[in-house]
């Protein structure tokens, strides 16, 4: 074992480890690596001191290794093996095996604790099962989550407690720990195998997807058909890990010779080149975890151990954090004393003090960026991001975006018919304030036609708002379902983008949800959902639907359905 010291970095080398999975406790005090015959305990303090040892009996590799998360249980971790879970105890110097969980029929993939619940923990398998346990009764599992399909990584929200994140081939499935029957929402994330998993640590909505598919993506799972951004790479990423600070993210690379270089910082909010590359190690970094930030100090330690056999930690100074921030965000941050010390001459007009504050908040938020990116990371809560993100390639349909004036005006033509549609979103936008919308010359839909698109449109930005969710995007696309079911109906049967060759699209008050789901054009390729069908089910009992009364042909019986 070796030690060199520099500037940038502490490296340590373990050559008879052959450890395949390392982890660093939540005090930042030691590392843990696995081995097939030991587990190596160092000392993150004095790293080059020789590590303690706990012994193993098994002839199966560690799958995966972690630390408890809490301090109350901060001398407890687990270490998974074929199909078997260890708990170790690490006092004084000694490590044991206190307690197993055993439960699986194949190999476990992942694991997982609680940022809540210090006795919870998550595992998942090729088994096709996610079983969370309650370590104080290690039985059975508490709960049991059937995906049908093998997972590969399970990962617990940082924010709320109820809810986990499964990964499967190339998709991913949200759990509800409350209602284990099913899966709350499916995000069909990659194509290719999803080697990492992580959400976002502020916001409960967010979480960044790595695959072999030489991609990163990150989602929010209540919009799950269009992801927010996409890192797009040369080669596979193995993993992508959010930072604890600013905008940043740490992605792995599957180099394609082990010279190459494949630890790299991101800045979410630019994902056009990295902001800075960990140079250092000869071959595939293996696993990497943050080191809790000292208190007083204001650098962040990046742990990692790679499959070259050597344990480095890199020191991130407030220099390297600064880069993950972009330079408008940066300006309000440092401007934020000098604007709040400017409105507060106007306290003494206002006798609650709101108006200074809110004028102050609106100020930054007007600016290129507002306060949320400041604690952002790419996710589309300012109305810039919005704009930057929105994806509009409907035909015929314009939208002119000017984000300094909070506004856009929205165009439409086909036929004889043209609308004009100025839509404006006010500071709080979208946190429960919606957009106001305006018909402006030269618009030649009939009137009644504008008071009831109107309506639908502020009924739809409402209902995202209330969730604090952007909604230019839904409105433009129930202005064009509107236009197809209202306006090509009054018109007849004529030729333009908006009309399908054998449409089915009901009216939308007779149907809103077909509308809106099946309403666009293109949809023309997609085969028309069932209406009717039926099953038996496991315990004996026909299981039936059909198509709702109120839903009706709006084509001719003798037409086929449109394919």
Not at 54 to 64: E, L, Y
Not at 346 to 364: I, K, M, T, W, Y
Not at 416 to 428: D, I
Request: aromatic share 8%.
């Amino acid at each position: 074992m070796a030690a060199r010291w520099s500037s940038e970095n502490v490296v340590v080398e373990f050559r008879d480890a052959q450890a395949t999975a390392m982890s660093v406790d939540c005090l930042g005090s030691h590392a843990v690596l696995s081995g097939r015959r030991f587990l190596y305990m160092v000392n993150l303090e004095a790293p080059s001191e020789p590590p303690r040892k706990i012994g193993r009996q098994s002839k199966w590799d560690v799958g995966t290794v972690q630390w408890n998360p809490h301090r109350s249980e901060s001398h407890v971790f687990a270490a998974s093996s074929n199909q078997r879970v260890d708990l170790y105890s690490w006092r004084n110097g000694c490590g044991e095996v206190h307690t197993s969980l055993q439960g699986h029929t194949r190999v476990i993939s992942d694991l997982d604790w609680s940022w809540f619940e210090p006795e919870f923990l998550v595992t998942s398998s090729v088994d096709t099962y996610i079983y969370i346990w309650d370590t104080r009764d290690t039985r059975k599992p508490t709960v049991a989550l059937s995906a049908v399909a093998g997972a590969s990584q399970v990962k617990w929200n940082r924010k709320n407690q109820n809810l986990l994140a499964s990964s499967h081939d190339g998709d991913v499935r949200i759990w509800d720990k409350r209602k284990p029957n099913t899966a709350a929402e499916y995000l069909a994330a990659h194509l290719s195998k999803i080697h990492g998993l992580d959400w976002h640590p502020d916001n409960e909505f967010i979480l960044a997807t790595s695959s072999q598919d030489n991609s990163v993506r990150f989602w929010d799972f209540r919009q799950p058909r269009k992801y927010l951004n996409i890192l797009s790479c040369q080669v596979p990423v193995w993993k992508a890990r959010y930072t604890p600070f600013s905008s940043g993210l740490v992605t792995v690379m599957v180099p394609q010779l082990r010279r190459e270089n494949s630890l790299l910082l991101w800045s979410t909010l630019d994902l056009n080149s990295p902001v800075h590359a960990f140079v250092g190690h000869d071959d595939v970094v293996l696993e990497f975890q943050w080191r809790p930030q000292k208190e007083g100090s204001k650098d962040y330690q990046l742990v990692t151990w790679s499959r070259d056999q050597t344990l480095r930690i890199w020191r991130v100074d407030p220099q390297l954090q600064k880069l993950c921030v972009s330079d408008v965000v940066d300006e309000l941050v440092d401007g934020m004393s000098l604007t709040v010390e400017t409105e507060k001459s106007l306290v003494s007009q206002e006798p609650d003090g709101q108006f200074s504050v809110g004028l102050a908040a609106e100020n930054l938020q007007d600016q290129d960026g507002s306060l949320s990116s400041v604690v952002g990371s790419g996710v589309p809560q300012t109305l810039q991001q919005e704009f930057s993100l929105v994806n509009l390639q409907i035909r015929n349909v314009d939208v002119e975006m000017d984000a300094l004036n909070r506004s856009c005006v929205v165009s439409a033509h086909f036929g004889s018919h043209q609308v004009h549609l100025v839509v404006k979103f006010p500071a709080q936008y979208p946190n429960n304030a919606a957009p106001t919308f305006q018909f402006v010359s030269p618009t030649t839909i009939p009137s009644a036609t504008k008071t009831k698109i109107q309506k639908v449109l502020t009924d739809t930005s409402l209902q995202k708002v209330k969730r604090n969710q952007n909604c230019l995007e839904p409105c433009v696309r129930q202005l064009v379902s509107c236009l197809e079911s209202d306006v090509t109906q009054e018109d007849g049967p004529v030729s333009g983008p908006f009309v399908l060759s054998n449409p089915v699209t009901p009216a939308l008050q007779a149907f809103p949800r077909v509308t809106n789901t099946y309403g666009s054009y293109q949809d023309a390729n997609i085969p028309f959902p069932r209406t009717s069908g039926a099953r038996f089910c496991g315990a004996g009992c026909l299981v039936y639907f059909t198509r709702p009364i109120t839903m009706h042909r709006s084509a001719p019986p003798t037409e086929p359905t449109p394919r």
